[in-house]
């Protein structure tokens, strides 16, 4: 293993424990069956649009099942993998797109947000269909869905503005998957 391997390893590992943790201990229990307010999709945004969409959909999808894995929640693992890997590489995207323009476009991150809400939205509706074999219980989770995605946003990205501002000054420079992601 070569030590931008190495380094992947590490980075990506630190962002799973960030999203479990901020999932995990810094939650309230939500009025809906099943449903969970949590900061964990503040940490999954601000790595999505700061590092990028791998680190994006690898952070949410892992440390978010990771959490299902280790609650009440466990069946849900498997769906959560993939409808929160979809919105990180979704949000991921939307703000690499501007990164590369050497601009922090709020516009297309809220854009990118917006569609990787609505992947969680329908994600969780299928999935709860396919768990509880009805078309209209399912419906009492989409509202909830909604809230932690305005929660993660309202507070994530000026979060990640913050944080790149951050990085900048500090003049860090990180490198993820083989390519120095420079914060601009």
């Known amino acids: 293993m070569n030590s931008n391997n190495i380094k992947n390893l590490v980075l990506n590992s630190l962002f799973i424990a ?3 943790v ?19 999709n503040v940490m999954f945004f601000t790595i999505a649009i700061v590092f990028g969409k791998k680190a994006g959909a690898i952070s949410g999808g892992v440390g978010m099942a990771l959490f299902d894995l280790t609650s009440p929640y466990a069946i849900w693992a498997p769906f ?14 939307a703000a690499e797109k501007f990164q590369k323009k050497k601009v922090y476009n709020i ?3 809220l854009v990118g947000i917006t569609v990787a809400t609505l992947v969680m939205i329908v994600g969780y509706y299928i999935s709860e269909v396919i768990l509880y074999h009805n078309f209209i219980t399912p419906l009492q989770s989409v509202w909830g869905n909604f809230m932690q995605s305005i929660v993660g946003t309202v507070i994530g990205v000026p979060f990640s503005a913050t944080l790149k501002a951050a ?3 500090a003049n860090v420079n990180i490198y993820l998957e083989d390519k120095r992601i420079s914060i601009k």
Do not use: C, E, Q
């Open 18 to 20: 960030l999203v479990y």
């Open 22 to 40: 901020a999932t995990r201990f810094i939650n309230i229990p939500g009025p809906t069956p099943g449903g969970l307010f949590h900061l964990g």
């Open 80 to 93: 959560t993998l993939v409808i929160r890997m979809a919105m990180g590489y979704i949000i991921g995207a």
């Open 107 to 109: 516009v297309s991150i």
């Open 167 to 169: 990085l900048k000054k």
